[in-house]
T-cell receptor, first 114, second 116 residues
Framework: KQEVTQIPAALSVPEGENLVLNCSFTDSAIYNLQWFRQDPGKGLTSLLL?????REQTSGRLNASLDKSSGRSTLYIAASQPGDSATYLCAVRRSTSGTYKYIFGTGTRLKVLA | EAGVVQSPRYKIIEKKQPVAFWCNPI?????LYWYRQNLGQGPELLIR????????DSQLPKDRFSAERLKGVDSTLKIQPAELGDSAVYLC??????????????FGPGTRLTVL
């Protein structure tokens, strides 16, 4: 059974700092991994999607890496801003043919201090 | 392109009452998901539709929950009767087969349900 863990559960950093959020999964047979951000009281906004054949994806100040063999993904945020404050969730999709089930982590709650 | 639309945004009901949530996915997205998110947790899948067919409802508590997706577009999730433990945010998401990025999920704003 796939389990997804995100550490730390909460993080508070000063503005301008570079930071790394971690996502670990127990079953390396994944199809893809997706990072989301969720603002309080809102739905999830997709940030980056990494296919199993890829090692990383970049969008602006965000960079996500994937190491399937070790069951890890990291989300790197450069030059953090107060507007980055949100909960960041990762989700993995199993690689079983026809399976479109995504398993989510519990998220990392990020606060960037001005 | 319009995003995933959900209504209502908030719903407060007394236990044992029925409640229904509505979702309109992004145009052209044939896969639709209903998730439940408890406070401080990640979303958990309740049911997935491919067009109008429910292909994964193994996590749906079928004694009180039901869902439908007539014509393979809009979907409704119903709870009858609601229990205190059903208080959560109900999220709808959709994906499109093919194209890039492949199978990226897009979420609606969710419906926050409070059962008193």
């Amino acid at each position: 059974k796939q389990e997804v863990t995100q550490i730390p559960a909460a993080l508070s950093v000063p503005e301008g700092e570079n930071l790394v959020l971690n996502c670990s999964f127990t079953d390396s047979a994944i199809y893809n991994l997706q990072w989301f951000r969720q603002d309080p009281g809102k739905g999830l906004t997709s940030l980056l999607l990494i296919q199993s054949s890829q090692r990383e994806q970049t969008s602006g100040r965000l960079n996500a890496s994937l190491d399937k063999s070790s069951g890890r993904s990291t989300l790197y945020i450069a030059a953090s801003q107060p507007g980055d404050s949100a909960t960041y969730l990762c989700a993995v999709r199993r690689s079983t043919s026809g399976t479109y089930k995504y398993i989510f982590g519990t998220g990392t709650r990020l606060k960037v201090l001005a | 392109e319009a995003g995933v639309v959900q209504s209502p945004r908030y719903k407060i009901i007394e236990k044992k009452q029925p409640v229904a949530f509505w979702c309109n996915p992004i145009s052209g997205h044939n896969t639709l998901y209903w998730y439940r998110q408890n406070l401080g947790q990640g979303p958990e899948l309740l049911i997935r539709y491919e067009n109008e067919e429910a292909v994964d409802d193994s996590q749906l508590p079928k004694d009180r929950f039901s869902a439908e997706r007539l014509k393979g577009v809009d979907s409704t999730l119903k709870i009858q009767p609601a229990e205190l433990g059903d208080s959560a945010v109900y999220l709808c998401a959709s994906t499109r087969r093919g194209g890039r990025p492949y199978n990226e999920q897009f979420f609606g704003p969710g419906t926050r349900l409070t059962v008193l």
